[in-house]
């Protein structure tokens, strides 16, 4: 008999809630390791520039990724050019690409390409956009970490 009062007691469902939460334990662990990430843009227009460093600063404060500049890693490229030339600080085109590098001796690995066009107003929506076209990358692509 008391072999089966420990199986209806609270303390027999411990053993049963341990299996299912050491699964969910380690899907934390590995949400919770970010994904590195670099960001390099060029250009010199007013609004490209700005989508640069707002970049930046979101993804310092991101709970997915890490600014990472060396190792293994995702690389986003930002290129920015003003729409009209006679009125650079209108608004700005922009070209953002993710490529995976190993290394910085190595040739990065060209993953995919985004345009759009930004200006001073709608910095935050593009980077929202850039961020959920990024993540959905480097989700795919995440395996490329652990070789």
């Known amino acids: 008999m008391a072999s089966s009062a420990p199986q209806n007691t609270p303390n027999s469902t411990i053993p049963t809630a341990s299996a299912p939460s050491t699964a969910s334990a380690e899907e934390p662990a590995v949400n919770a390791s970010k994904i590195p990430l670099d960001v390099q843009s060029m250009g010199a227009d007013s609004a490209g520039a700005l989508l ?5 600063e979101a993804v310092l404060q991101s709970s997915f990724f890490t600014l990472t500049p060396g190792g ?28 995976y ?15 759009g066009m930004v200006d001073a107003e709608n910095v935050q929506a593009e980077i929202n956009a850039i961020f959920d076209w990024t993540s959905d990358l480097t989700k795919k692509f995440r395996y490329l970490l652990t070789q």
């Open 72 to 99: 293994k890693r995702f690389v986003l490229r930002l290129v920015t050019k003003p729409e009209f030339g006679d009125r650079p600080y209108l608004s700005s085109v922009y070209a953002v690409a993710l490529f």
């Open 101 to 115: 590098q190993e290394a910085p001796d190595i040739l990065p690995y060209f993953l995919d390409v985004r345009c």
């Open 52 to 56: 640069g460093f707002k970049l930046k």
